[in-house]
């Protein structure tokens, strides 16, 4: 198995909402990520778990945060989006190098 | 931090050899070399990646000068299906080096003609 797999593939969330977007993997990987794609536009790394622990936040506000239940999962809760977050979500995950195994991605729209 | 630096758009042929040029002035001694490929809407997907000389796997070969100051993405008979965006990534991604190699530039949008 040697897949990412995301859900959901598309969420259309208010301002208000609380959501989740969930992240798995079974290729054993120890080291997992959170990128977040605009348009046209390079995927920004926004999350880095190893070992289950998070180990860069690149500065990303607070209304997303990171949850590592297990080495296979791994969780983005969004609270009080902005319009702006709108984008493609995209997970990772490598063997704590090396390769980056990337999901399909979660399109999110913030009305 | 290890930047790189890649031209925005490309055009080739069917068939052709494509190579794909970014350079990375300030690349440090652990750092190793990788490229993606993204189609739209999809995450990115691993091509290559090597630390100094050639590597070649079944779609692609890098080229990495003695200086590794740069390196060359090359693809061989390219069809259609290659049109896409290709990304040079460059950092320390086995020793826990921080996000360089994580880090994406802004890519070359690679356009394959009939």
């Known amino acids: 198995d040697t897949e990412v797999t995301q859900t959901p593939k598309h969420l259309v969330m208010g301002m208000t909402n609380k959501k989740s977007l969930k992240c798995e993997q079974h290729m054993g990987h120890r080291a997992m990520y959170w990128y977040k794609q605009k348009a046209k536009k390079p995927p920004e790394l926004m999350f880095v778990y190893s070992y289950e622990k998070l180990s860069i936040n690149e500065s990303v506000p607070s209304r997303f945060s990171p949850e590592c239940p297990n080495s296979s999962l791994l969780n983005l809760h969004l609270h009080a989006l902005q319009p702006e977050d709108s984008a493609l979500y995209l997970c990772?995950?490598?063997?704590?190098?090396?390769?980056?195994?990337f999901g399909e991605g979660s399109r999110l729209t913030v009305l | 931090l290890a930047k790189t630096t890649q031209p925005i758009s490309m055009d080739s042929y069917e068939g052709q050899e494509v190579n794909i040029t970014c350079s990375h002035n300030?690349?440090?001694?652990?750092?190793?070399i990788t490229w993606y490929q993204q189609f739209p809407s999809q995450g990115p997907r691993f091509i290559i990646q090597?630390?100094?000389t050639k590597v070649t796997n079944e779609v692609a070969s890098l080229f990495i000068p003695a200086d590794r100051k740069s390196s060359t993405l090359s693809l061989p008979r390219v069809s259609l299906s290659d049109t896409a965006v290709y990304y040079c990534l460059v950092g320390d991604i086995y020793s826990g080096g921080g996000a360089d190699g994580l880090t994406f530039g802004k890519g070359t949008h690679l356009i394959i003609q009939p």
């Open positions: 990772a995950s490598s063997l704590g190098g090396g390769e980056l195994f």
């Open positions: 090597g630390y100094k």
């Open positions: 300030n690349i440090a001694t652990n750092d190793y």
